[in-house]
T-cell receptor, first 114, second 113 residues
């Protein structure tokens, strides 16, 4: 089945540690996205990539980093510079064809930093 | 700068009645609008969309209305069912510029038996 996988479902880290969240898709989509969801704030865009080896900052990129070495994979690293890392992180992908606007989401990763 | 706004954080509707969720936007460059449904601890799932060349799109129990002059769209669910209880996000995109969605804050819909 085609889809997006995110692992792990739950992640716990100590403050000051970097952590990498995995996102893989087998939909053959060109574009991939990382969002963060906090209560009452909807989905906020962290980073996005419209093509392999290229990515752009979203609205809240500070304290995060990404890479896009393969079309299928778009890992997100939450660095120790991110002041409030505890959140629900969602990865999404979208066809590169302009008329297809729908994004498909993974199940999310709940990150808790203490 | 909230370009897409859902001003009602929550909505409670009786089973069988109509649910109306509202969304406002400010960016006149937006020309495609989507609604997503999200259950707790899951990723959002696409529900229905509408292009700015239309003012209505219907899919089963779900209808989205677009009023471009008012920069307003709404999602109607009729009849409402208990399984419709979820958070609904409105999103907007522009055919110009980067290929990305701008989301509203979401509205939590509760369907009461």
């Amino acid at each position: 089945d085609g889809g997006i996988t995110q692992s792990p479902k739950y992640l716990f880290r100590k403050e000051g540690q970097n952590v990498t969240l995995s996102c893989e898709q087998n939909l053959n989509h060109d574009a991939m996205y990382w969002y963060r969801q906090d209560p009452g704030q909807g989905l906020r865009l962290i980073y996005y990539s419209q093509i392999v080896n290229d990515f752009q900052k979203g609205d809240i990129a500070e304290g995060y980093s990404v890479s896009r070495e393969k079309k299928e994979s778009f890992p997100l690293t939450v660095t120790s510079a991110q002041k409030n890392p505890t959140a629900f992180y969602l990865c999404a992908s979208q066809s590169g064809v302009r008329r297809f606007y729908e994004q498909y989401f993974g199940p999310g990763t709940r990150l808790t930093v203490t | 700068d909230q370009q897409v706004k859902q001003n009602s954080p929550s909505l409670s509707v009786q089973e069988g009645r109509i649910s109306i969720l509202n969304c406002d936007y400010t960016n006149s460059m937006f020309d495609y609008f989507l609604w997503y449904k999200k259950y707790p601890a899951e990723g959002p799932t696409f529900l229905i969309s509408i292009s700015s060349i239309k003012d209505k799109n219907e899919d089963g129990r779900f209808t989205v209305f677009l009023n471009k002059s008012a920069k307003h769209l709404s999602l109607h669910i009729v009849p409402s069912q208990p399984g419709d209880s979820a958070v609904y996000f409105c999103a907007a995109s522009s055919s110009q510029g980067a290929q990305k969605l701008v989301f509203g804050q979401g509205t939590r819909l509760t369907i009461n038996p």
